[in-house]
């Protein structure tokens, strides 16, 4: 499932964290349910508005919530391969936040945001100073997580 929103950067381990995913455990049936359930939500429609965001981002924070309470409680429950799947798919989340970060930087330069024109320009240029600053950050993250998923899955495959 190769997402045409992500660009291909180098701070990218892959564009497609599925296809690291051959021999995952199987989701089971409510995991399906949830993960179809996302894809309608988000894939058969015009792009989000407003509260087609707001869901994404509560689905999102739900998801980092689920995995930080997994990485803290059940880490013994995880292998070398798991761990290096985590990684790549913390890679790719890095990647899309930082790509979503350098894009609403850019809007907010162009002013494609209602209300901007209002905005000092002074107020205008540190918003997106902050957020290129933002984005510029989130891909050396990223860089990192590509290196952690790289050297463990040189220990963890081999």
Request: net charge negative.
């Amino acid at each position: 499932m190769e997402d045409d929103m992500l660009v291909p950067r180098w701070y990218l381990t892959t564009p497609d964290w599925f296809a690291e995913l051959p021999d995952a455990i199987p989701s089971g049936d409510d995991g399906k349910t949830v993960t179809n359930q996302h894809v309608r939500l988000h894939h058969d429609g015009p792009p989000a508005g407003p509260a087609e965001s707001d869901a994404a981002m509560r689905v999102a924070l739900l998801a980092v919530e689920q995995l930080s309470e997994a990485m803290t409680h059940a880490a013994d429950c995880h292998d070398l391969t798991e761990l290096a799947r985590l990684l790549c798919g913390l890679n790719l989340v890095q990647a899309h936040l930082t790509q979503t970060i350098q894009r609403i930087a850019e809007n907010v330069h162009g002013g494609a945001f209602s209300g901007l024109a209002a905005v000092p320009d002074t107020v205008v240029q540190a918003l997106t100073d902050s957020l290129s600053t933002a984005g510029t950050n989130g891909e050396i993250l990223a860089g990192h997580l590509k290196d952690a998923h790289l050297i463990l899955r040189s220990v963890a495959v081999a």
